[in-house]
């Protein structure tokens, strides 16, 4: 799902016109054990608990794509017969209505739930249904009534936490007394949406999972509630790259190289905003990578070496995140002792040299340098 796909279903979640036709829940405690069941219907839940509903299902829509967001990959075999997929299908098309389906799917979510001593979850599911409005010739919206009514289900898994016992002020008794802590719900750690909405139209062949950690958490929710594989998040794509880079091209891995690299993925990435008709984010391959690497000096045989590891890490037909290659937010130099940060943008302040045989790092500072706060002179 784009960004545009996206805020459009967010904006779905508001209080003020909510569409949420039902929400169900399971409070379970550490040990995966159920607490309560219960369902929320919008027209009769106070507003104040429904603008705390809408919080938790626009958050498992927030974040970034690949990140946060992961586009979970259906194949034509699972659409027609796959037992996961024909779960989430019917949760869809009964409006999760049916308490049979309901319990099946928080099952399932519960078989993934780490035990804990210390934290309770609460498993959220929602059904909404949307038009689809078509577009003119111009690309304006038809203003006419629409023939496609989006179904969609989402559905979010929360921590709960004990807060701490605290003095607390009692009105009717005019006095402060101790309170025990209290279990309060925390923003979710993981998520799903299903179908996905793709450029405005419902694609059965995909579905998003959220998950506000990647740290690998999610690929037991993905396999068990998606019965698919695990997409690998922007942030362990970029390891895994980082890596790939260092091990063959060793000594060829020049700060000049890795600059290029960036420069190249910063100027895909301003490309990619800019293209409206395209709002996916960029991926680079194994072949414009090593192209870089050719521009830079790097001999064939390392170039070659990059290439067999890269089809070994990727597949391939790999291709990878521009984000997993070089991160838009951050331009880091390090070394044991100094660490230097730079706008990802301005790359191009920063070069190499070696003066009286020794390596040094040099900073173009023309203006606006302080040391410690306080504003200097070179």
């Not at 799917?105 to 949307?130: G, N, R, S, W, Y």
């Not at 605290?166 to 279990?183: I, K, Q, V």
């Amino acid at each position: 799902m784009n960004k545009k796909d996206l805020a459009y279903i967010k904006r779905r979640m508001n209080v003020e016109h909510c569409h949420i036709t039902s929400i169900k829940g399971l409070y379970v405690n550490g040990k995966k054990e159920p607490i309560a069941a219960f369902e929320a219907l919008p027209v009769r839940t106070p507003k104040e608990d429904m603008e705390k509903y809408c919080a938790i299902f626009k958050r498992i829509l927030s974040g970034e794509t690949e990140q946060n967001l992961l586009t979970v990959d259906f194949t034509p075999e699972q659409v027609i017969s796959g037992q996961e997929y024909g779960l989430l299908t019917e949760l869809k098309d009964c409006a999760i209505h049916s308490d049979e389906l309901v319990d099946a799917f928080f099952e399932k979510v519960c078989a993934c739930i780490p035990e804990t001593e210390d934290q309770h979850h609460l498993i959220l599911l929602m059904h909404d249904a949307c038009d689809i409005r078509h577009k003119n010739s111009d690309g304006s919206d038809d203003e006419g009534l629409s023939d496609t009514i989006f179904h969609y289900i989402l559905s979010a898994v929360c921590p709960v936490k004990r807060n701490k016992a605290a003095l607390c002020y009692d009105a009717g008794e005019n006095a402060f007394t101790s309170r025990d802590g209290e279990w309060v719900v925390s923003m979710p750690e993981m998520g799903l949406m299903f179908p996905a909405l793709d450029e405005g139209a419902p694609n059965i062949y995909n579905a998003i999972c959220y998950t506000h950690k990647a740290d690998g958490t999610q690929e037991a929710f993905i396999e068990t509630l998606f019965g698919a594989p695990a997409p690998v998040p922007s942030a362990l794509q970029r390891e895994d790259f980082q890596a790939l880079l260092t091990e063959t091209l060793g000594n060829e891995c020049s700060y000049e190289v890795v600059q290029t690299i960036h420069e190249q993925v910063m100027e895909r990435i301003e490309e990619q905003k800019a293209d409206k008709e395209n709002p996916l984010p960029p991926r680079i391959d194994k072949k414009e990578v090593a192209a870089l690497l050719k521009d830079c000096g790097v001999t064939e045989e390392k170039r070659e070496a990059f290439e067999q590891k890269f089809d070994e890490e990727f597949g391939l037909t790999g291709v990878v995140n521009a984000t997993a290659v070089s991160s838009p937010k951050k331009f880091q130099l390090k070394t044991p002792d100094v660490v230097i940060r730079v706008s990802p943008s301005r790359s191009d302040l920063v070069e190499t040299r070696i003066i009286d045989g020794h390596p040094y790092i040099l900073i173009r500072a023309e203006e606006g340098v302080e040391v410690n706060g306080v504003n200097v002179r070179i």
